[in-house]
């Protein structure tokens, strides 16, 4: 029902962007801003249903308009007199920050790309009239900040939902779907990686929202850290439970201490409020009782260890939640690094640059007029589909949303307003664009269409004090952001455009280079690399292809160097910690050096002697020991089973 009628919350999140609009355009007319439209379509920018959303763009959109603006006057001064070189140090600069902006996550991206075509708003813009450049980069500034403060009331005025609020149910049911796939992995068998790959994309999902929380409350930040602390928590969660089981499967039968842990951990995947301290207390006396027993079997210690790693991991699930719940402190904050990949943050720059750089040499060579229009829509909607997750599904959301944004100004410039001048007219002629474009834009697959429709209808209508009635100017401005978006179409599909097969390699080669460093001891802090390896799981699972059983075998892989890549940086952060004890020295050493040389033979020599010499030390260092072992032996029986795809890879060296 909700795709024909929009549900209550649709059209209260409309109202509220058409009064942003509204509050924006009366401000900057009132200020007399000569780029008052551009107030207007800041708010159209950064129109989000959640306030968190709203308040993180809005701050890394100001950042941005700063820092281009700066670039822009910078770049006049030095190359005013001289378009060429003014254009390539543009497109340059466009290159340079979409290449940053790669490597950066949500609203921080967005950021460092607005400050690329800002530069083209700018400086291209007044390529003629560069004496002009210093005073357009004020306006913009003043445009962009009267937008953001006018959106900024409107939604705490009109109450708009809290981005935690939003978030604790997609958390809640998360935190519900791990604890379902634990208890199946733990009771019957590994579901396998298709399914574990499914489980992180509705865990991976919802970091965009714990990272908007921040700037929401004064407990923000808390919220927002006990969010991220669950949503690590929730990878460590379905990747302990299914190491759990291949290590009882590979034992062939329970010892007693193991079947206790599987009891105790199927327990934590109760719906209910589990205690996940005390199930980590028991459990970490398991671990030291094997190892104070002088076990033999580095399996069992390899399975008793990751059920205490589920335990832990299940507390600061429940922990981070009721952060989020409540503000008050999480036991951590963590970060959630995404994985991305240089070829393709390469690939992306340049395939702006190429495309500002075509466009103007044929715009030049044709001697069209308003080239400068032009060039700022090919490299701010280029620049837009480049932080976009589907470049090409935006492209076709921009080649359809342009003409349809044109044909709705034209229709209200020339058929509602029809010359006149009154601001009440204006506010309500707008109204029914804005409101469709918004209802477009909360449903995904149009999210597109009605984005590129509230942000350029009112770049084409181009409100301002007195409206301007100008047909021919319409008309050709028309044409040429329908032009950039048929630019924008081609250009991502033939301009170094990169298959799936190529984004799997990448992503395969990145692995390759993750797990080289974390074998040598330059592999970072556990819970990052968790959130890291997880996030490149999920690209390669969405860029796999081909019949179901390749496709599992190649998840399979790639979810094997992601755990050899956990367990060698694990391992070398607990050699670091080990004491300086005579009887585990030699067992450290021969452990560092079969990690280096990705020799499982010798990590087996390793495991014993601290087998061997572990009921000797402290109850801290035995635990120690435990979680070393569990990463030696991880990483030992992953050499041993995929040493074809290692030896292919480089990691292994030749037999």
């Known amino acids: 029902m909700e795709r024909i009628v929009p549900a209550p919350s649709a059209w209260a999140f409309a109202l509220r962007i058409w009064l942003a609009m509204v509050l924006a355009l009366y401000a900057a007319f009132w200020l007399q801003l000569s780029g008052a439209s551009s107030a207007a379509v800041c708010v159209a920018i950064l129109a989000q249903p959640k306030r968190g959303q709203a308040l993180s763009k809005a701050l890394y959109r100001f950042l941005g308009t700063l820092a281009g603006g700066a670039i822009s006057i910078l770049l006049i001064g030095a190359f005013g007199q001289d378009r060429v070189l003014l254009l390539v140090s543009v497109a340059t600069w466009l290159g340079l920050c979409v290449f940053v902006a790669h490597f950066l996550q949500d609203t921080r991206a967005y950021g460092a790309m607005l400050a690329g075509y800002t530069v083209a708003i700018v400086a291209v813009a007044h390529i003629d009239t560069p004496q002009a450049v210093f005073e357009a980069a004020i306006d913009r500034v003043a445009a962009i900040t009267i937008g953001i403060v006018a959106i900024t009331f409107i939604n705490d005025a009109l109450a708009s939902p809290s981005t935690w609020r939003t978030l604790r149910k997609p958390l809640s049911e998360a935190l519900s779907a791990t604890r379902a796939f634990a208890r199946e992995t733990l009771s ?160 992306g720059a340049a395939r702006v640059g190429i495309a500002f750089g075509a466009t103007a040499l044929l715009l030049i060579a044709a001697g069209w007029p308003a080239t400068s229009f032009a060039l700022v829509q090919v490299a701010a909607t280029c620049s837009l589909s480049a932080i976009a997750p589907d470049s090409k599904a935006f492209a076709r959301g921009v080649l359809i949303g342009m003409p349809v944004a044109a044909l709705c100004a034209g229709i209200v410039l020339f058929g509602v307003l029809g010359g006149e001048q009154g601001f009440p007219l204006l506010a309500i002629a707008i109204a029914p664009v804005i409101f469709v474009a918004c209802f477009l834009s909360l449903n995904p697959p149009t999210f597109g269409i009605g984005f590129i429709l509230l942000v350029f209808f009112m770049v084409l209508l181009s409100p301002s004090n007195p409206q301007t009635y100008d047909g021919q100017t319409f008309l050709a401005n028309a044409f040429l952001v329908t032009m950039a978006a048929c630019i924008l179409f081609v250009a991502v599909r033939i301009v170094l455009p990169i298959s799936r097969a190529q984004r799997r390699a990448f992503a395969l080669d990145s692995a390759r280079d993750s797990v080289l460093d974390a074998l040598a001891g330059d592999g970072g802090d556990a819970t990052t690399r968790t959130s890291l390896n997880s996030d490149r799981l999920l690209q390669f699972s969405q860029w796999s292809s081909g019949s179901g059983a390749v496709r599992a075998a190649s998840l399979e892989r790639a979810f094997d160097l992601a755990r050899l890549e956990s367990a060698a940086a694990r391992a070398h952060a607990q050699l670091c910690r080990l004491p300086d004890d005579p009887a585990l020295n030699d067992a450290a050493r021969q452990a560092r050096e079969g990690l280096e040389a990705a020799d499982a033979a010798t990590l087996a020599r390793s495991v014993r002697a601290f087998l061997r010499h572990g009921r000797s030390v402290s109850a801290p260092t035995r635990l120690d020991t435990a979680r070393l072992v569990s990463d030696l032996v991880t990483a030992g029986g992953i050499m041993e089973s995929q040493h074809r795809l290692l030896r292919r890879l480089g990691i292994l060296r030749p037999a």
């Open 188 to 347: 019957q068998a590994d579901p396998g990686s298709e399914r574990a790959a499914a489980l992180i994309r509705q865990i991976a999902v919802m970091r965009a929202d714990a990272s908007a929380i921040g700037g929401e409350l004064d407990d923000g930040a808390r919220r927002g850290a006990g969010a991220r602390s669950a949503i690590a928590a929730l990878y460590a969660m379905a990747a302990a439970s299914r190491a759990f089981t291949a290590a009882a499967a590979m034992l062939g039968r329970d010892s007693a201490a193991v079947a206790e842990a599987r009891r105790i951990c199927l327990g934590l995947t109760d719906d209910g409020t589990p205690d996940a301290e005390a199930a980590a207390h028991r459990l970490g006396a398991l671990v030291d009782e094997a190892i104070q027993g002088g076990t033999n079997e580095p399996l069992e210690i390899l399975a008793l260890q990751r059920g205490l790693d589920f335990a832990r991991a299940a507390s600061f699930a429940a922990d981070g939640l009721n952060a989020l719940s409540t503000g008050c402190r999480p036991k951590r904050d963590v970060a959630l690094p995404t994985h991305r990949d240089m070829p393709v943050a390469l690939r």
